[in-house]
């Protein structure tokens, strides 16, 4: 089993849309989760850090469930400049451990 | 907020010679620093972990004689490619580490081998 599996998608919707992202993991040991926005031919950059309680920041929701080891990502009303890649990503271990990335969910936002 | 300057961001080599790729911490120190490949639709994969003062770790299949890691200072991790092959050619990147949440990437280092 991969250690974080993603849809990749590719994700086509109309501008206004609301998506939703999911990804599993299988570290259960695993402490810290992110999702991560990776433009074409561009480094990863971080989207938004994923807590136990869930968090939003404007149209970004994320919420974890580590009973099923579980992430998701909703994106309401997207935009044009929300087409990218979307990187579920888990600190693969320790205080500084190195981070695992699945291979990402394309997404693709239309007029 | 932490910047993380990487450079080459992308070069052009032919078979058989290294390429250096620096990575800096410009406003905070790292002692780590993680180096990864991503080949086209693929995912991000760790190659090795920076640590300074010390050897680097490598993860399994990556060659450290072919992948020299070089962590001299708290703001600068080299990685080097060298003797150079076609299937070298991918997008690398440096990332540093500053606490659980607190990772940058660098830009990422376009290479390709011809």
């Known amino acids: 089993r991969k250690e974080v599996e993603q849809d990749p998608g590719p994700f086509n919707v109309p501008e206004g849309a609301t998506v939703a992202f999911n990804c599993t993991y299988s570290n259960s040991a695993s402490q810290s989760f992110f999702w991560y926005r990776q433009d074409c031919r561009k480094e990863p950059k971080l989207l938004m850090s994923?807590?136990?309680s869930g968090n939003e920041d404007g149209r970004f929701t994320a919420q974890l469930n580590r009973a099923s080891q579980y992430i998701s990502l909703l994106i309401r009303d997207s935009k044009l400049s929300d087409s990218a890649t979307y990187l579920c990503?888990?600190?693969?271990?320790?205080?500084?451990?190195?981070?695992?990335f699945g291979k990402g969910t394309k997404l693709s936002v239309k007029p | 907020g932490a910047v993380v300057s990487q450079h080459p961001s992308w070069v052009i080599c032919k078979s058989g010679t290294s390429v250096k790729i620096e990575c800096r911490s410009l406003?905070?120190?790292?002692?780590?620093m993680f180096w990864y490949r991503q080949f086209p639709k693929k995912s991000l994969m760790l190659m090795a972990t920076?640590?300074?003062?010390?050897?680097?770790?490598?993860e399994q299949g990556v060659e450290k004689d072919k992948f020299l890691i070089n962590h001299a200072s708290l703001t600068l991790s080299t990685l080097t490619v060298t003797s150079a092959h076609p299937e070298d050619s991918s997008f690398y990147i440096c990332?540093?580490?500053?606490?659980?949440?607190?990772?940058?990437f660098g830009s990422g280092t376009r290479l390709t081998v011809v």
């Open positions: 990503v888990v600190n693969g271990g320790g205080s500084q451990g190195n981070l695992i």
């Open positions: 990332s540093a580490a500053r606490g659980p949440d607190g990772y940058t």
């Open positions: 920076s640590n300074e003062g010390s050897k680097a770790t490598y």
């Open positions: 406003d905070f120190q790292a002692t780590t």
């Open positions: 994923v807590y136990s």
